[in-house]
């Protein structure tokens, strides 16, 4: 059964209790079995008329759950929150981390709550509400979310796993009735349903080591060992997975010409997932100090500094993980030496996703041939993603590398399906916010069709923004 909303009357419409019901959910959440200093038990706050958006068939096959009964309503009423299932125990997690290289001691779920998890064909999984009101991280804020966040979210993670690169995942979305506040005035509020690996981050750590909380550090290296690493035998072991994990992914984000926007310690998932959609964009015109983060005035976070800001991340990863071992002065040598292997190892992992690109074998000459390729695309302002899908129409643009490229034989089925020939461009999730936020969700879904199949032509995504379509900036996800 579910549980019945009984915090205001307006709602109580929305919260008929179903006769079945109408997506059995198997929560066995074995993060509430850490003590009660890592998060906070609450309700999602109500919302006074949710209603469905999108609801991800496919991956709630994935995912083992039976959805033959449930009806659009009900999707509605539970992935907004006014109806909890009974063996839901809704709770908001605790984290730190560093934001924009300063510190927060506190930070943690401010506008998230997590259902539970689940236990499914292809591992454990975390269920958890974006948007679904106040929690007692939000620091002032509201809680929720608008329609522009919650489907440029879903249009991105969906995009990144059509592209195989690892990501959280997006189950639903939903309209809550509800219009929120924001600088632009009053938008349409939305609720988003995440799916994760987890959601322990670099910063989780950060909070417990800045407390000098080692009982508590000890109780979660132990937990994310058995759950996501369970063949490393210490912490050490620990961090050097954690650091294969992110080399590998941060590698595939540059070789689409991904930007995150927001690198942020609180953001870095121990899991190795893509994860919080925020100021993020797909690079048109390509240049290496390309930003897209409204508050990322210095670059930090630009395109060309991911690599960079993954080895001052894991950095602080591997500082909270210090305080467990049982000699700090060894310890800080050894996760140094590992720490120090980064750059190497991140190089490896870019040669790696670039080599296919090119149709060629990983090795010197071909990642010299990329790099003297993005060379050449910074000069000219080339679109990344059009430039790589028609590498054999570079002849006309560059002649000399070009003849370079072809001299080395290329693997021609190779490199033409791995290079996209679509990505979700910033000015399309624009347009489709903009038409969402009046009520018109066809081009949100038009575009979702179409990121479903990237390596496939579609002329509608396929060009660059024209001069007055640029988005030049994007936002935080609030």
Not at 182 to 188: A, D, F, H, K, V
Not at 264 to 291: L, Q, R
Not at 358 to 380: S, W
Not at 430 to 454: K, S
Request: proline share 7%; with cysteine; net charge negative.
């Amino acid at each position: 059964m579910y549980r019945m909303c009984t915090r205001c009357v307006r709602c109580m419409p929305n919260h008929q209790r179903p006769s079945k019901m109408p997506l059995n959910i198997p929560f066995d959440t074995t993060y509430l079995t850490l003590p009660a200093r890592f998060y906070s038990k609450l309700d999602a706050a109500p919302v006074s008329a949710p209603n469905l958006i999108v609801f991800n068939h496919a991956l709630a096959a994935e995912l083992g759950l039976d959805t033959s009964g449930m009806t659009d309503e009900d999707a509605a009423n539970l992935f907004s929150g006014n109806d909890i299932p009974d063996n839901a125990t809704p709770f908001a997690q605790v984290y730190a981390g560093h934001q924009f290289g300063g510190f927060s001691a506190q930070l943690g779920d401010g506008r998230a709550l997590h259902l539970g998890e689940i236990n499914t064909p292809s591992g454990r999984v975390d269920i958890q509400l974006k948007g679904s009101g106040p929690t007692p991280y939000s620091r002032n804020g509201d809680g929720r979310a608008w329609v522009g966040p919650v489907l440029r979210e879903y249009l991105m993670s969906c995009a990144m796993h059509a592209l195989d690169i690892p990501t959280t995942k997006v189950l639903a979305a939903v309209t809550t009735g509800d219009s929120i506040g924001r600088e632009q005035g009053r938008l349409p509020g939305a609720i988003l349903t995440r799916v994760a690996a987890s959601h322990i981050r670099v910063g989780t750590f950060q909070y417990f080591a800045a407390q000098r909380d080692v009982e508590a550090l000890k109780m979660l290296t132990e937990y994310t060992i058995n759950r996501h690493y369970p063949d490393a035998k210490d912490p050490l072991q620990l961090f050097e997975m954690v650091m294969q994990k992110h080399a590998t992914l941060v590698a595939k984000w540059t070789s689409v010409g991904f930007i995150h926007g927001v690198m942020n310690t609180d953001n870095v998932a121990i899991a190795g997932e893509t994860i919080d959609y925020g100021p993020c964009a797909f690079i048109d015109s390509y240049h290496p100090d390309t930003v897209f983060s409204s508050i990322d005035r210095q670059g930090r976070y630009a395109y060309s500094n991911q690599g960079p800001i993954t080895h001052w991340n894991l950095a602080q990863f591997a500082t909270s993980l210090v305080q467990i071992m049982p000699d700090t002065d060894t310890a800080v040598e050894d996760f140094t030496a590992r720490l120090n292997q980064f750059p190497t190892l991140f190089d490896y992992e870019w040669a790696k996703a670039f080599a296919p690109k090119l149709g060629l074998p990983q090795n010197d000459d071909t990642t010299a041939l990329a790099k003297d390729l993005l060379v050449h695309m910074a000069d000219a302002g080339a679109d990344f993603t059009n430039t790589f899908n028609a590498l054999d129409e570079t002849e006309t643009a560059y002649p000399d590398w070009h003849a370079t490229w072809r001299a080395a034989k290329p693997n021609d089925a190779l490199w033409r399906k791995t290079n996209p020939a679509i990505i979700p461009r910033t000015h399309k999730i624009e347009q489709a916010i903009t038409a969402a936020t009046i009520g018109n969700f066809a081009p949100f879904h038009a575009m979702l069709a179409a990121l479903q199949d990237p390596f496939t032509p579609n002329a509608d995504y396929a060009h660059p923004p024209k001069e007055a379509e640029k988005i030049h900036q994007t936002f935080c996800g609030t």
